[in-house]
């Protein structure tokens, strides 16, 4: 399995009329972005370059810090990224209560399992 492991210090969140996009950066820099366009509901993956993949993620876990993207061949292809990604999230509880929130919007038509203050929820 090809994996490997970012870590990311701060999550933002932009939301607007066309999109809702989580920033995840580190160092000051973007990290990574994962933003759903309403027009078409359309997902996609954009790394710290600006290359953006579309449908990019099959299936993702948000465990305690730890979250995890499955990526589609061809978006880990385009994007130079393992399919298992797995990104830790050095940030306080609101700013894992705010990429859940997010990636729950956001990545809501593909497979995940994600600790949530009821317990652990997957689809």
């Known amino acids: 399995m090809d ?9 933002d ?14 160092a000051g820099v ?8 309403y027009d078409g509901w359309v997902d996609e993956l954009i790394d710290n370059a600006g290359t953006v ?6 299936a993702w876990t948000l465990i305690g810090h730890d979250l995890s993207l499955e990526l589609t061949r061809a978006a880990a292809a385009l ?3 393992p399919r298992e990604l797995e990104l830790r999230l050095d940030v306080d509880d ?14 809501s038509c593909a497979c995940f399992v994600v600790d949530t203050p009821e317990g652990r929820v997957s689809r």
């Not at 607007?16 to 580190?26: F, M, P």
């Not at 973007?30 to 366009?37: E, S």
């Open 30 to 37: 973007h990290v990574l972005l994962i933003r759903l366009r």
């Open 3 to 11: 994996s490997t492991a970012l870590r990311a210090d701060r999550a």
């Open 79 to 81: 994007l130079g990224l």
């Open 94 to 107: 609101d700013g894992i209560r705010l990429v859940r929130a997010a990636l729950l919007e956001i990545l």
């Open 13 to 26: 969140v932009r939301q607007s009329d066309d999109e809702h996009t989580l920033i995840l950066g580190a």
């Open 53 to 58: 993949a579309t449908w990019a993620v099959n």
